[in-house]
């Protein structure tokens, strides 16, 4: 009986340990990877992109991209004790895709295809919180699954990640290329990520009610050439009218974050 009890005691220790609590929205996840693993993995993810990639050289730009998401970084901090984020912002001469995103440990990218669609930096803002939304909430390892966590996982700790791994930790975090499969996030994925992502730059200081504005514009670009990031993060039209009523709790905090 005793021993029951203690096998009992370990099993829900495991559980709740398991248990991650998603900033903002306040959903339980059940995550059973730990931060530590998860940054290993998004780091190793990491370096094998950038080796495939072409790092723009423009200094206003990476600045402007920078100066952004260090604000947000700031106020995704405060919600995530614990997370050791190492941030870093890149962006990715690339014309042609219009995408960002966010890998664990805080290894942001933007790509040049997607500035055209971000008419201020509040939008440019708009776009990187959304990400660093992704992150925060951990929707990668959460939709990976166990099993794929543990041959990944199998691979980091006997050596280093191999290009399939690394392949599989981009995909869960919407990171696309020729040289990758993309994995879109779910529906659900996306609205929590907008909400954390509005709430983020609000408190950063930027007029929530520009994420409204990008959204309708991205979503109404589509025609023969859909940005990339719409077939990592799908929209409908809900996507809107949730965002709308995230705005008015959003715009009070924007009034205090500039001291209106
Ligand atoms: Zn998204």
Redesign the pocket.
């Known amino acids: 009986m005793r021993n029951f009890s203690y096998l009992s005691l370990a099993v829900i220790a495991i559980f709740l340990e398991a248990c991650y609590t998603v900033p903002v929205t306040g959903r339980s996840a059940f995550i059973m990877t730990s931060v530590a693993q998860e940054k290993a993995l998004g780091l190793e993810a990491y370096n094998v992109y950038k080796t495939n990639s072409v790092v723009l050289t423009d200094y206003a730009i990476n600045n402007r991209v920078r100066t952004i998401g260090q604000r947000i970084a700031k106020i995704a901090e405060q919600d995530t004790p614990g997370m050791e984020w190492e941030w870093e912002f890149t962006v990715f001469n690339d014309s042609q895709t219009a995408n960002a995103w966010c890998l664990p440990g805080g290894k942001v990218a933007v790509y040049t295809g997607i500035l055209p669609y971000a008419k201020n930096d509040a939008q440019l803002a708009t776009v990187m919180a959304?990400?660093i939304g992704?992150a925060v909430a951990r929707h990668g390892v959460e939709r990976m699954g166990t099993e794929t966590m543990v041959n990944v996982l199998g691979s980091v700790i006997g050596s280093s990640v191999s290009d399939a791994n690394s392949e599989a930790v981009m995909a869960a975090y919407?990171v696309g290329s020729s040289l990758f499969v993309t994995l879109p996030?779910s529906r659900d994925?996306?609205y929590e990520?907008d909400r954390i992502g509005m709430n983020f730059m609000a408190r950063a200081g930027y007029d929530p009610a520009e994420a409204i504005k990008f959204w309708e514009n991205f979503m109404a670009a589509g025609g023969s050439s859909v940005p990339e990031m719409l077939s990592t993060?799908p929209s409908d039209a809900n996507r809107i009218a949730k965002l709308k009523t995230y705005l008015p709790e959003n715009e009070e905090l924007y009034k205090k974050a500039v001291g209106k």
Request: no cysteine; net charge negative.
């Open positions: 959304h990400e992704h919407g996030f994925d996306e990520a993060h």
